[in-house]
C-alpha cells in the first residue's frame, strides 16, 4: 500500500509539472532556498504559484505549514479553487491563504490578549476611521478645514505603515516640523488620541492589523517562533506591491528557515503613492544571500510587436532586473501613435477607431478598453463615444459625472437653477460643513410635508413656517439662503462659465477639495477643473454654432443624457471598457488604446521631480502597453483646453523611447525629422501593416466606396445618381475663405469648407471635418487658420 500510494503521488507530480514550460517548472520545482521568480507581463505568474503549492503539498508539506499571501480577495479566492482542481477541495481549505490583512487578523485574534485586546476586537474600516478622527478634530475644537479628516487620516495611515507609533511621531523632530509647516502642529496629538480611543473601544484599523502584527512578533519573542515554526513555506504573490510594514513581517516569519518564494515584476511596481517599495524587490537578494532568481520571459498574451515595443520602452529604466521578455505568437499589427490636434479631437478619433476596427476586424465591445492617465479624461472620452452610440463602462470608478465632486458641483448648478429640486438640496445643505445637521435636515423634510411645501420654501422663512429649531440653526439657514439667492442673482448677468465658477468658489466647494495635496484631493482638483472646462467648451462650440445665451441650465440638459448611461448595467452586455491604467494591471484585451500620452499628463507634472519618479511613469506606460493582446495604439493631443483656454502639449517624452521598428508614429516624433506636420492615417491605410483580427490573420485593406442610390421620377426612366450631402453654397468666397479651402480648426481638427451662407454676423460656413464629421460654425466665433 505504502508503494502504491508513493508512487501516485508520484505520478500526480509528474501531471503537474506537464502543464509548465521550463523555466516555469524551474521555478516551481526549486525547494532548497529562498527563491524570487520575476515574472514578465502575460508569462503567467499565477500560473507558477498556484502550480508551486500545488507541488509543495504533493512533496509533502501539511497544507497548514503553508503560507501564501495576496493582494487582493479575488486573487486568493482563484487561486485556492485552482489547488481545489489539481489536489482536492479539503486540502485546499487547509491552507493558510489570503490579503495581509485577513491573515495577519487571524494571527493577531489568536494572540490578543499579548498586546492587551480582546480576541473579539473589532476591525474599523475607512469610513469608521474617519468618523472617530472627525468626532476628536471636534473634541479638540479644531479647524476641520486646516485638519480635515480624510487628510489626517492619511497621514496617519503613512505613520502605521511605516511602522511609526504615536510616541515615535511625537519624538520625531523632522516629522513635527514638517507637520507645523502644513499648519497642522497637532496631529501628533490627534494620532495619540486616536490611538487611544481605538485601544479602548477595542478596534484596530486596517492599518494596525500590520502595525500589530509587528508589534506582536518583535515583543513576542515565544509568538514569532510558534509561526516560524508553523509556517515552513511562505509564498508571496505580487511582492513589487509591498510596503514596509508587509516586508518586515514576511522577513520575520522566514528567519531562520528561509523557505521563502515571492513572485512579481519590478518593470511593474506603480503604486509608491500607497507606500509600496520597488526596493522590496529588487534588493531582496541583500536580505536572503542564497537567493535564487528565476526569470519568466515568454508572453503568452501578446503579439510579438506589442511585447517588443513594451521592451523597448522599459530598457530605458536603469532601476530594474534585467530580462527579456519574448513572445512566440504571431508578429502582429505594429503599435500605432496617433496624433490629434485637441482632445476634443483625440475623443472622437479613438469612437472612429472602435468603430472601424469593430466593422473591419470583426471584434466585440468587449474586447476594447481605453486607458487614461487620470480620471478627468474621462469626460471627453465618454461625450464621443455616446455621439457614436458606442456603449461602455467605467471600470474601478465611476462615470465623470457621477463622482463625488461633481454631483456636489452639479447639484449646486441645480438649486441655483431651480430652488425646489429636493435632492439638489439635501446634497449641498451641509456641504461643506456649516452646522446644519441629519437632524435638522430631518424636520425641514416633515414641515415640508405637513404643509405641502418645497422644502426650499421652509429654508427660505423657516420662522413663518415655525420649523422647530432655535435661532442658532435659523441663522445657519438663512445664511446658506441667501448663498444661493446669490448665485441666481447673477445669473441674467454672467455667462454659463463664469457662472459656474462663482458657484463653485463661492460655495466652499473650491476651499474644500484644496485644502491639501492628497493623491485623493489632486483627483477631485482635477475632476472639478475639467468640469470648468467642459462648460467653457460647451458654451464656446455653442457660440460658434450660432447660438446666443448660452445658459448653464443648457449644459445641465446636455449632461443628464450623460448620467443616464451610468445606471447599473448588465454585466453580460457588450461595452468598451475606460479606465485608469493603475486599475488596469493584472487585466487584459484583445485592443488597447492609450490616450493622452503627453508631457505633464503622462508622465504626470507631479511625478517629474526625480529619476525615479519618471522611472515610476515609464513603469505604468509599460503596464498599460502589456495589457494588449492584439492591437495596442497610443494617442495624445497637440493642444489641450485647460483653464479655460487652449494650451499647448508636447507629445511624452516616453514615445520617443520606442524603438521605431515596431510603431507606425507621426514623422515629427522619428529620429531626424523636420518637424513637420502629418495627416493623421487610420493604422489600417499603412501599406506596411493592417489589424489582427481574432482569428489571428491580417484584414485586407478595405475602403467602402460612397454608397450609390436610385432616385425615381414620375413616369420617367429611373436615373442613377450618386448621394452627396453637400449643399448648393449660396456663396462661394468670404474674404480669403472659398470653397473648398482647407481649414484647423483649434477643437476640430481638419476639414475642408464646403459651404458659406448668409453675410455680416450671420455668416455661417459648412465644414466637413477628418474626424468629427460636418459641422455649421458661426464666421465671427470660429477659432481656425486656412492651410490651403
Known sequence: ?????????????????????????????????????????????????????????????????????????????????????????????????????????????????????????????????????????????????????????????????????PSSYESNKEIRETDARSKRPLIHEIYRTYWHRCFISGAMDFDDLLLYTNILFRDHEDVLHRYQEIFRYVLVDEYQDTNFAQHLIVNQLCKGHGRICVVGDDAQSIYSFRGASINNILNLKEEYPGLKTFKLEQNYRSTQNIVNTANSLISKNKEQIRKHVFSEKEPGSKVAILNAYSDFEEGFIVANQISEMRILGGFSFNDFAILYRTNAQSRILEESLRKRNIPYRIYGGLSFYQRKEIKDAVSYFRITINPDDEEALKRVINYPARGIGDTTIKKIVQCAITQGISLWQVVSDPVSYALPVNNGTISKLLRFRDLIEGFRSEMQTKTATELAEIIIRQSGLFQDIHSDNTPENISRQENIQELLNGISEFCSLREEEGEEHVSLNDFLAEISLATDQDSEDDKESEKVTMMTVHAAKGLEFKNVIIVGVEEDLFPSSMSKNSEREIEEERRLLYVAITRAEINCILTYASTRFRNGQTTACPPSRFLKDLDPQYITMPERLRPGSTGKEETIVPPWEHSDRSYTTPAEHPIREHRQPKPEIYSPEPKKRLTRITKTNDPAPSLQSVGDLTVGCHIRHERFGTGEVVSIEGNGDNCKIGVEFQHVGRKQLLLKFARFTIIK
Not at 514578465?40 to 503539498?57: D, E, F, N, Q
Not at 468618523?131 to 496617519?156: F, G, R, W
Request: proline letters at 3%.
Open 1 to 165: 500500500m505504502c508503494n502504491f500510494a508513493g508512487k501516485k503521488k508520484q505520478r500526480n507530480v509528474e501531471e503537474i509539472l506537464q502543464n509548465l514550460n521550463e523555466p516555469q517548472r524551474a521555478a516551481v520545482t526549486y525547494n532548497d532556498g529562498p527563491s524570487l521568480v520575476i515574472a514578465g507581463a502575460g508569462s503567467g505568474k499565477t500560473r507558477v504559484l498556484t502550480y508551486k503549492i500545488a507541488y509543495l503539498l504533493q512533496s509533502g508539506y501539511e497544507p497548514y505549514r503553508l503560507l501564501a499571501l495576496t493582494f487582493t480577495n479575488k486573487a486568493a479566492r482563484e487561486m485556492k479553487e485552482r489547488i481545489a482542481r489539481l489536489i482536492d477541495v479539503p486540502t485546499a481549505a487547509r491552507l493558510w491563504m489570503g490579503t495581509f490583512h485577513s491573515v495577519f487578523s487571524r494571527i493577531l485574534r489568536s494572540n490578543a490578549e499579548r498586546l492587551g485586546f480582546k480576541s473579539d476586537f473589532t476591525i474599523y474600516d475607512t469610513s469608521d476611521s474617519r468618523s472617530l478622527l472627525k468626532s476628536i478634530i471636534k473634541e479638540m475644537q479644531l479647524d476641520d478645514k486646516i485638519y480635515k479628516p480624510a487628510t489626517v487620516q492619511a497621514i496617519i495611515s503613512n505613520a502605521k505603515n511605516a511602522l511609526i507609533t
